[in-house]
């Protein structure tokens, strides 16, 4: 047995065979090893995954309640916006219907008044009737400014930008503001130039009408001075007073409604309403209005407006009636009269036409249809009695003109029935109503703002 341990051969091989036994375990214990090593990091990833989805819930959760209250803020901020837009919306609507509703009998009241002064003829009488004049003019502007100021929160007035000519608006105002000017012992100079600028008749005039008279009013002695220049590819139209001057602190409060500056004791207008619309248009328009003004010096409007072509200005003549008619003035307004009785109608068109209408009168709805075409365009208003011939409403006569114009033409009905049937079917059908005989001064005053 010694002999065999002691053969080198075998010993030999008894190495070997252990040499590979141990390289049989090493790769054993390696591959559990291995395998003990990829089961702890599965079950590690197992866990990360299980954490990061409790992790993901959580933050969904959070994400879910963060926007769900973001909702509910949103539906609060949306109900709040309509219900300020729908009390905007009544303010708008109910100041509209009552300044208009104001300044009819207002109107009546003034052209009365024009009329008693006529029969009139002690000084006294005179000098009280103007006094009250003065008094129904300083309302009118008042509520027409407000009418303004309403129909713009409204939407209800919009621009329509297009070239026009600033000489032909120039010389209007000086028409019309000449007199005034030399009544309070002030000069007035208004320099025109051939310029043209983009802007919208109506109100480019109303603005200039504002700073015109704000400067007149609050003037004292020496004048005013209207014209304008060239600046930076921009056309400037400055209004320029020898007034008291307004300080810094009040520059800006004064475009604001229902602030005015200090004004004599003998000056009943000015309810602080001028300046509000000036700045409301020019924003509207995209018009620049600036104010450089000195204790004790004056003051000057500058008003920036965008330039245009002269080659581009339409009819002036009918942008200026248009102008002047959104003020209440009758002058070249188209009248469709439908009125089955002679007499009346011919009254009624003598009438109208003294006032500077044009007026073609008809006797029924096919009539009035048939006419249409020799008008060479829609007509500015409708006036329609209510009961015509043969059965015929005139109620059906204005649906019938409006669905062929595709347009809803200003209308009123006249009538010498006094039922409040007659009253209640015009309302329905959104038109208003004048009782024969017919007073003019009325007539005139709803004309006016149907026209407007």
Known sequence: MTEVWQDPGTVEELRRETAKLKK???ALMSRVERSMDQQFNAFSLFETAIALDRQVRDRTHQ?????HSIERANEDLYRAKQQAEAAS????????????DLLQPLNAARLTLSALT??????????????????????????????????????????????????????????EFAPIAARQGLSLRIRTSPVAVSSDAMM???????????????????????????????????????GPGIAQAQQEAIFREFQRGEV??????????????VRRFATVLGHGVRLSSQIGKGSTFTLELEPADLADVGDEVQEAKLAERQYGGLEGAKILLVENDPSGSEAMAALLEGWGCDVAITRSASDALLR????????????????????????????????????DVPAMIITADYSDNAAKEASLHGLEVLKKPIKPAEMRALLSFLLA
């Open 24 to 26: 049989i375990n090493a």
């Open 63 to 67: 994400l879910r309640e963060v926007l």
């Open 89 to 100: 919306s009544l303010k708008s609507s109910v100041l509209i219907s009552v300044t208009h």
């Open 118 to 175: 006529e029969m009139m003829e002690s000084q006294e009488a005179g000098l009280l009737i103007d006094q009250v004049d003065r008094s129904l003019v300083t309302l009118e502007d008042m509520l027409r400014s407000l009418l303004e100021i309403a129909k713009l929160d409204a939407g209800a007035l919009r621009p329509d930008v297009r070239p026009l000519a600033l000489a032909p608006v120039f010389e209007q105002l000086r028409d």
């Open 204 to 242: 480019l005039r109303r603005i200039l009408q504002n700073l015109l008279a704000n400067a007149i009013r609050y003037t004292r002695s020496g004048g005013i001075v209207m014209g304008c220049r060239r600046r930076n590819n921009r056309i400037c139209v400055q209004v320029s007073d020898t």
């Open 264 to 277: 004599s004791a003998t000056d009943q207008a000015g309810f602080g309403l001028g300046l509000s619309i």
């Open 372 to 407: 249409l075409s020799e008008l060479g365009g829609a007509p500015d208003a409708v006036i329609a009695d209510l009961h015509l011939d043969h059965g015929e409403s005139g109620l059906a006569a204005v649906a019938d003109i409006r669905q062929q114009l595709k347009l």
